[in-house]
């Protein structure tokens, strides 16, 4: 098939503006500029988290570099639905985050002064679908702890299964922040806001066992204080690791790779799977379980780390197939016992 013309210019300009945004080279103009002093702004005075710093700069990059001709103060309303205009074949969602992004960027902007008012007051959300909080398959749990081959493998597993922590906040979590004599784990989620959760149960049982026992190789010693429970790794062809750090962070995307692997090890998804069986689910898997264990919303929000209870009613306060099947169930009971 021939490439047009326009096709051969879209395709020489694709490095380039990779480039001006992976070097920040797009701060060379003045819209750039504002936002390199937001980005500063958000990580040092703000405290977002790097996730968020990174979520809020891809945005900003692209609205600069849209906007590269136009001065901050010049900057009108149009010029930013313009913008928005990049984004319209995404999913709704990801356009209300834009256009959150870029009424925050704005804001501060006019708080500090450098426009006397924000172009984006006026830029309306688009309205999201109604939350649908998808869960992990049945007895997914159980196959793939099953199927895990560390005491480390195991734990990690299960911090998710039963204390419904995000990916990032399994990332930080240290042995420091297991405590077996009050039977707590210490999360450190988003702002940084940092929240105890009891643990019971088969995760007691696995961080005794994680404690006890030596690291993987090529660790091979005991968990110190200071060490990530999730560490990167590096593996030979056969998937057998000859590197690792246990003082170092994972980063996200690392994480993401040895959740699909734990999937694959359990035959939960196939090879070369990685996508579609979210970690996430198991946060909702676990929500959905506690809130039919113990009816508090309140005691869920908490659970989670939610700061706001209408995000934790919106995903978890509604009824599923399975609580009205159980609801029928009683009432036949009743039924039958009255007659």
Known sequence: MAVSDLECELRALAPMLRGL????????????ALVGRFIRWLRNE????????????????????HLADIEPGDTTLEHLRDVLDTWAGNEPATRAKVVSVMRSFWQWAEDEGHVTASPARRLVRPRKPKLEAKLLPIATDAKVLSAAETARDRLALLVLFDCGVRRAELAGIRVRDIDLARRTIVVTGKGRKSRTIPIRGRI?????????EQLAHPVARQPEPDDFLLYPEKRNPN??????????????NTVHRWWYRMLRQAGAVGEGVTAGTNMH????????????????????QHLLG?????????LYGNYSQ?????????????LRESE
Do not use: N
């Open 306 to 314: 939610h700061s706001d209870p209408s995000t934790t009613i919106a």
């Open 239 to 252: 998937g057998v690791p000859y590197w690792a750090d246990p003082k170092k962070m994972c980063a996200m």
């Open 46 to 65: 703000k405290g977002a988290q790097p996730s968020s710093v990174r979520d809020y700069e891809s945005v900003l990059a692209r609205m600069s570099l």
């Open 281 to 300: 689910r198991a946060r909702h898997t676990f929500a959905q379980s506690v809130r039919r264990a113990y009816p508090d919303m309140g005691v869920v």
């Open 204 to 212: 007691v049982l696995a961080a005794e066992e994680y404690l006890l």
């Open 322 to 334: 399975e609580d009205l099947e159980r609801a029928m169930e009683a009432f036949a009971k009743v």
């Open 21 to 32: 945004l992976k070097d920040k080279r797009y701060r060379a103009s003045s819209q750039g």
